[in-house]
């Protein structure tokens, strides 16, 4: 039995995504609170194994909405005006991938706070941060869990050959984080 799941019509907005899952003469409708294209096709790989395990579309279709992401992942705070989202994106294709999809449902300028760990792949630290200096308005670097590096040096290597000037950097963590706020 060959089945050839896929989506279409695929629409996603602050609230969740929603999507047409087919296979072969099915098709039935997903709505999930979680965002971005990535967590719709980890959920269509979910659809799947619940369809090829003969669990009813119905059935899939009130599992899936109860679905949330850990904490800590695209997680979305409101406050004031605002949406603050949490993510602890720790790759490059991580952090592309988190900011392009906040920014297809939030609508108005980005501010990030971010940091790179120590003891870790030193020749990313760059690449993320020319990333998040392109998908955002102002960006401020801060420590994030140093373990047995040097802060400065992780931010040394975070900027290095770096130039722009919507960007600072606030080694207190705590603080960063208000200053985003």
């Known amino acids: ?4 799941y896929s989506i279409y019509d695929y ?43 003969n669990i009813s579309e ?3 279709q ?9 904490a800590g992942r695209m997680e979305f705070i409101n406050y004031n005006n605002n949406a603050i989202v949490i993510d ?6 991580a952090i592309e991938k988190v900011m392009t999809t906040v920014k297809e449902v939030v609508h108005g300028k ?9 003891d870790r792949d030193r020749t990313k630290r760059p690449i993320m941060t020319e990333l998040v200096n ?14 047995y590096e ?6 040394d290597d975070m900027i290095k050959d770096f130039s722009s000037d919507k960007y600072e950097v606030c080694l207190d963590r705590k603080e960063a984080i208000i200053k985003g706020i």
């Open 150 to 155: 040097d802060p400065n040096q992780i931010v």
């Open 58 to 60: 119905s059935s899939i």
């Open 134 to 147: 392109r998908l955002s308005d102002y960006f401020i670097i801060t420590n994030d869990d140093p373990h």
């Open 110 to 118: 980005t501010y990030v706070v971010f940091g790179c760990t120590g």
């Open 88 to 93: 602890y994106a720790h790759t490059p294709d």
């Open 62 to 70: 009130k599992i899936i909405p109860e679905l949330d992401a850990p």
């Open 11 to 53: 629409q996603m907005d602050i609230s969740g995504s929603k999507f047409i899952v087919t296979n072969n003469n099915v098709q039935f409708t997903v709505h999930t609170k979680l965002l971005g294209r990535y967590n719709v096709y980890n959920i269509l790989t979910l659809v799947a194994l619940l369809h090829e395990m």
């Open 1 to 4: 039995n060959e089945s050839d």
